[in-house]
Structures are given as structure tokens and as C-alpha cells.
Nanobody, 127 residues
Framework: QVQLVESGGGLVQAGGSLRLSCAAS????????MGWFRQAPGEEREFVGV????????YLADSVKGRFTISRDSAKNTVYLQMNSMRPEDTAMYYC????????????????????WGQGTQVIVSS
């Protein structure tokens, strides 16, 4: 069973950048598809991005496309979310998620498709 720990959140001004990291342990990293979700106060948790097991496929939500990128480093068992040109509406708790059982190319985007979750890291974007 994989454990996930996020880091890298904080306070940033609009237009600024942050890089979130999610370190995975307790499982074979290459077997897990890795995703990022976020949840603003009073809102549902929403999909942000996903990267496939083999890193060859990724998908980002329309709201962040062109500003965020997702990547994974198998040597460090870590997935990253690079966030650029940030906006106040990006303010949320960001969660890393993982699951096994997918093909190396698949990029699941539904919250219910992920079995493992981190505790989250808070991101605040000031205007």
C-alpha cells in the first residue's frame, strides 16, 4: 500500500509560481498512476492533472492547461505539479492521489478512480 506526502505549498502572489511535490513510499512507484486534485473551501474536490505510469501520457484540466505541468521522477518516487502564472482562483488545498491497476498509458481523471491520497498541501494565491 502506497503512502503519499505532499509538499511545496504556500503563499504566492498572482502571476507567481510554485512547485508541488508528492513523495510516494511503500509501493512500486511504476505501478501507480499519479494524479493531482484540489479543493477550495466550500467546493467539491476537483481534478487538476494526471500522469500515466510510463510518463508518456498526461492530462490537465482546462482551467490549468497552459499554466501547470505535471511530471514524475521514478528515481525519486516523486510526482511534481509545476504551477505558473497563478491566479487567485487557484487557491485551494492540493492533494496527490495514486492507484494501481491501470495500463501504463491510462490517465484516469475521476476522483473515485484513486484509492490512495495524501494529506494535502495548502496553496494561497493573493491578488
Amino acid at each position: 500500500q502506497v503512502q503519499l506526502v505532499e509538499s511545496g505549498g504556500g503563499l504566492v502572489q498572482a502571476g507567481g509560481s510554485l512547485r508541488l511535490s508528492c513523495a510516494a513510499s511503500g509501493g512500486t512507484f511504476s505501478l501507480y498512476v499519479m494524479g493531482w486534485f484540489r479543493q477550495a473551501p466550500g467546493e467539491e474536490r476537483e481534478f487538476v492533472g494526471v500522469i500515466s505510469r510510463n510518463s508518456y501520457s498526461s492530462y490537465l484540466a482546462d482551467s490549468v492547461k497552459g499554466r501547470f505541468t505535471i511530471s514524475r521522477d521514478s528515481a525519486k518516487n516523486t510526482v511534481y505539479l509545476q504551477m505558473n502564472s497563478m491566479r487567485p482562483e487557484d487557491t485551494a488545498m492540493y492533494y496527490c492521489a495514486a492507484n494501481s491497476g491501470f495500463s501504463p498509458w491510462q490517465t484516469p481523471r475521476l476522483r473515485g478512480e484513486y484509492a490512495y491520497w495524501g494529506q494535502g498541501t495548502q496553496v494561497i494565491v493573493s491578488s
